[in-house]
């Protein structure tokens, strides 16, 4: 949220917090969550899902195998790529338990050390969140409804079990989907508290739904300025 927040107001030092986040976290995970067939390194044309950040702003993108690949892996070679793609399709000709195929092709893909994910990308990603957190805190009654459409995660392998009653458990592939899925479920729920500060303008989870500054300093601050206002 913070890169979304540099990314928003066109601040230059993002580059760093990316880079910071992929250190203490990971990669997003890009190259699995867009591709509608989760065995898309088969095909020789790659249909992306809707708000892809490739092509379409929110509609459907199909672009060439290569090209993709050659997106996620830059400093390879045409023929790396090729011996990429037929590392991860020999796993998915070898019979397994389809769980451990995917992420044994994560960890192939985006485990690979040549992985990268394209800045742009993963920037456009955080200031999309962020803008979307922007309007609902801006806007009283935000279309909640229209902003869920927009977090649909594809691909995503559902089980049942039953332990005390049946549960569904839903396995997520990527920290991308783990972080659309907490960011929706969050600003979803009857009371919001994923908010904006008001003074500084930082994305905050609050304690108290009525909390408007991320910090007391904050919130002091911001009663300074507005008694310095009056008093002018
Ligand atoms: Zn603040």
Known sequence: MSIGKLAFYNETDFERSVLDFVNKYSTLGLINDLPLNKYFFLDDKIVLKDYNYIGNSDLTTTVDSKKYFKLFFPTC???QIKELINEVTKLTETPAMEKHILSDVNKLLAGSNLYCEPLDMFI?????LYSLLNNISNEDNYNIDELLKQFEINNIKMSLSRKDTLTVEFQITCLK???DYYFAKTVAKDINL??????CNKAFLAVNPKAEYHT?????????????????
């Open 77 to 79: 070679y045409d023929n």
């Open 124 to 128: 456009q990603y955080a200031k999309y």
């Open 177 to 179: 989907q783990y972080i």
């Open 194 to 199: 994923l908010k904006i500060c008001k003074f």
């Open 216 to 232: 007391p300093q904050c919130k002091n601050k911001a009663n300074v300025y507005k008694n310095r206002a009056k008093n002018k």
